[in-house]
């Protein structure tokens, strides 16, 4: 095969275009504008119309926001799922807050409900005071027990933001993940659901709320002729050329949906008979993945070729994954296929090595056992055959 499948190619609907051009056309190259304000209403009607949206200059602007939004300050504990990419939990820092970090649980392998109320309780027990914050992060798409973190969030009054950056176009009993929270975040880096080409937004519960984050995302400038400003802001503002993108995207959303869905279904079809390989799929009918990536564990028993050749890499030992998921990796990477390791979880970070974490080590077995497979619009239903076909030939089973 001459090209190279990507894990998830940003495809574009030929619609950007024509919204870019009107923006040049219009001299709106600025970050505000009819692009801006229409791409955020596209967004609220795809979210079900009852949240304001504000868009952003990427999804960790709108983490960061949120937390803002929660009043999370210098020395407050804001409890984390451990196992995300670093944007859900280095906002915290920015805010001089400290992180309390959460395991997963085995079936979403999203924030484990039970620990985290276990955490609540001691976090109570040991500082005298509740955690301002809690951010939940729907993994590859798959939506967490949001039923379950509201009921709880809401019983100790601790503020919830959804960091549902990977989740556009997921839902809980068919409501939009990112719209239970206090906060939600969605990112349109280059390799999610649409893209803007870097960009994010931040989903408020109100016009009021949206009003008060757009000032802290605009340098928190006062309503004044003159510059006046009462408390520190930001420049997190979306560019009105992206947004353009975004109203292009917006356009075929749904087909991205659809072919996400239907590619993680391909795949657990073809791998459904391979002992050692499995495919991670919703646990139940009320969670409703948009299947962002397609993820396999393999069994750390499964032997890949070439697996007894690979190096340790340079980090504590133990602490990356297993050598069977490293040389699938290196198979499917000889032959153009582009995979990767799933998230590091956070608290196995040097950086985070210190803040309290509780759990075992579900998240971290999951790290140490999955890899992320090509997902996106331009993945065909023959290169997801041709990608099987390369795991097939590369396990050898004993
Ligand atoms: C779980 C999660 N949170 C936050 C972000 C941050 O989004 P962005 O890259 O747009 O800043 C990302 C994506 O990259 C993500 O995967």
Redesign the pocket.
């Known amino acids: 095969m001459d090209k190279k499948i990507i894990l998830c190619l940003a495809h574009m609907s030929g619609a950007e275009q024509k919204y870019i051009q009107q923006a040049f056309d219009e001299n709106w190259v600025v970050p505000l504008g009819p692009n801006v304000d229409g791409f955020e209403e596209d967004l609220k009607a795809f979210l079900g119309g009852k949240k304001e949206v504000l868009a952003v200059s ?4 709108a ?1 960061h926001l949120g937390l803002i939004g929660c009043g999370v300050d210098s020395g407050d504990e804001v409890i984390a799922q451990s196992f ?2 670093c ?2 939990v280095n906002p915290i820092l920015y805010q001089g807050a400290k992180p309390v970090l959460i395991d997963s649980e085995s079936a979403t392998w999203n924030m484990d409900t039970d620990l985290l109320e276990e955490a609540i309780l001691d976090r109570i027990h040991k500082t005298g005071r509740a955690p301002k914050a809690i951010v939940p ?1 729907s993994l590859y798409g798959m939506p967490y027990h949001i039923d379950k973190i509201m009921q709880i969030a809401d019983h100790y009054g601790i503020a919830v933001v959804e ?1 549902s ?2 989740a556009l176009g997921s839902r809980f009993d068919g409501q939009s993940l990112g719209t239970f929270g206090r906060f939600g ?1 969605l ?3 280059g390799n999610k659901m649409i893209t803007t080409s ?3 937004a931040l989903i408020c519960p109100d016009a009021e709320t949206k009003e008060k984050m757009f000032r802290y995302a605009t340098q928190s400038r006062e309503p004044y002729p003159f510059y006046q400003h009462k408390q520190l802001g930001y420049n997190y503002r979306m560019s009105n050329i992206s947004a353009g993108i975004g109203r292009g995207q917006m356009t075929v959303l749904k087909d991205h949906l659809a072919h996400h869905i239907m590619v993680a279904r391909l795949y657990s079809e073809l791998l459904n008979d391979m002992p050692g390989i499995k495919v991670h799929l919703s646990p139940a009918e009320r969670i409703q993945s948009n299947y962002w990536l397609s993820v396999i564990s393999l069994n750390p028993e499964l032997h890949i070729k070439g697996q007894e050749s690979i190096e340790p890499f340079a980090v504590d030992p133990g602490d990356a994954p297993n050598a069977n998921v490293e040389a699938l990796r290196r198979c499917l990477e000889a032959r153009c296929v582009e995979s990767r390791p799933l998230w590091k979880p956070m608290h196995l970070q040097p950086l985070y090595s210190n803040v309290p974490y509780y759990g075992g080590k579900v998240a971290e077995n999951l790290f140490r056992t999955g890899l992320c497979l090509p997902s996106g619009p331009l993945v065909s239903k023959e290169d997801v055959h041709y990608i099987c076909d390369i795991i097939k030939s590369s396990c050898q089973l004993s």
Request: proline share 0%; charged share 10%.
């Open positions: 990427s999804g960790t602007a983490v995300t990419f944007a859900s992060v960091d950056a990977e975040v990112s349109f880096n870097g960009g994010g």
